[in-house]
């Protein structure tokens, strides 16, 4: 069957769309991205802004049109954690129903987590033994760790690599250099807030394999030497916990203009590669990981795999 994904997260609105049956590998047929920066839209009094819900409401009917235009049978429609954290999160999605007929789903941050852990999980197979994923988005931090499809711990944190940039970062959304002491100080905030974390999954086992994955994770691994998108799906990359510090100590001294016009970095989200960098490298230190390696499935595709189970179990 052909189904439609889509992910209205906090910086774009993402439509992927897949030739899939259970059992099968999910074969991409058509993506298409709007960039919305819905976080940015939430005023200081928590609500998401009428011009928000406006761009949200176009992308939201673009994607609809396309979906129909590429013959998809069903549209899965989910929302993460802008939406999620907007006072008026779910009086917006009523609204967008009311004009689209679509039903967003609205995740939590554990729901992130498991699907992405399921994604990966089918990715590297059964002989990965026990994995350990990250997942670093637009709003927060997902992490999880199991031996089964399911995982026995599942968490999220509020440190997405965008609204780490809007709270400590403001300069580098403008084009300009990391504040340095910023810097320094979204780290021992990351570290505080990860350590936690860490010890519920320490405590559950010792990983085989660490997996990261989102557009955060792609992105600093091509910045430390990981084959480019182009080289295709199958190709292996990774990126080690050295090459990391290297990478924050070189970014955090470069205007994220100058960022953006480096080799695998969108220019859209140049800004926001130094905070993802800093908690990429928090993640890293707090759990003892030398070395992650790079998924190119996640959430959508985890979201496609549920799906497609749930229709064999019918």
């Not at 789903?105 to 990715?123: C, H, I, K, N, P």
Request: aromatic letters at 4%.
């Amino acid at each position: 069957m052909r189904l439609g994904v889509l992910d209205v997260g906090s910086n774009t609105v993402h439509l992927l769309v897949v030739d899939a049956h259970r059992g099968a590998h999910p074969t991409p047929m058509h993506d298409d991205r709007w960039l919305l920066r819905l976080a940015e839209q939430i005023g200081d009094d928590g609500m998401l802004s009428k011009a928000g819900e406006k761009a949200l409401l176009r992308a939201v009917q673009n994607a609809c049109d396309q979906a129909e235009k590429q013959g998809c049978e069903e549209l899965l429609a989910m929302v993460t954690s802008a939406i999620r954290d907007a006072a008026n999160g779910l009086e917006v999605l009523d609204r967008v129903r009311e004009r689209t007929g679509v039903e967003m789903q609205v995740l939590s941050g554990e729901d992130e987590a498991r699907l992405t852990f399921l994604a990966v999980r089918r990715w590297f197979g059964w002989s990965a033994g026990r994995l350990l994923v990250f997942d670093i988005g637009g709003g927060s931090l997902e992490l999880a760790s199991g031996v089964d499809e399911d995982p026995d711990v599942a968490l999220s944190l509020p440190l997405g690599a965008g609204r780490m940039t809007r709270r400590f970062l403001p300069g580098a959304q403008r084009g300009g250099r990391p504040d340095l002491a910023a810097l320094d100080e979204l780290a021992e905030y990351a570290d505080a807030l990860i350590e936690p974390a860490a010890g519920k999954l320490r405590d559950v086992g010792t990983p085989d394999l660490v997996a990261a994955t989102s557009k955060t994770f792609r992105t600093l691994a091509r910045l430390t030497g990981a084959a480019p998108y182009s080289a295709g799906l199958q190709v292996p990359r990774e990126l080690t916990a050295d090459g990391l510090g290297q990478l924050v100590g070189f970014i955090s001294r470069i205007e994220s203009s100058a960022l953006a016009e480096l080799r695998g970095v969108s220019p859209d989200r140049a800004h926001q590669v130094p905070a993802g960098a800093v908690v990429a490298a928090a993640t890293l230190r707090a759990l003892d990981v030398r070395c992650v390696k790079i998924c190119p499935w996640a959430l959508r595709e985890g979201v496609i795999l549920r799906r497609l189970d749930s229709l064999g179990g019918a």
